[in-house]
């Protein structure tokens, strides 16, 4: 069985619902499915300063859109 996945990530903005791990949110996509949105050890600077309600611009992998990277802060 050979399974193919996706090359291309998917970037959409996604507003943050709350923190349940040092840094991890639950997070709410625009299509209204709920994800776990992570930030990499090189976005720490944005663990201070993400709050619920902030809206975050993700990068999801379409063969899985239960985890997202989180890549910046978007300001409106």
Known sequence: MNTTYPSQY??????IKERFAPT????TM????????FIQKKEE???????PGDKV??????????RARIRK???A
């Not at 991890?24 to 997070?27: F, G």
């Open 10 to 15: 998917i970037d959409c903005i996604c507003t």
């Open 24 to 27: 991890a949110y639950h997070a």
């Open 30 to 37: 625009p299509n209204g499915k709920e994800t776990v949105a």
């Open 45 to 51: 600077a944005l663990l201070a300063q993400i709050v």
């Open 57 to 66: 611009l993700c990068t999801v992998c379409p063969a899985d859109f239960e």
């Open 73 to 75: 802060i978007v300001t």
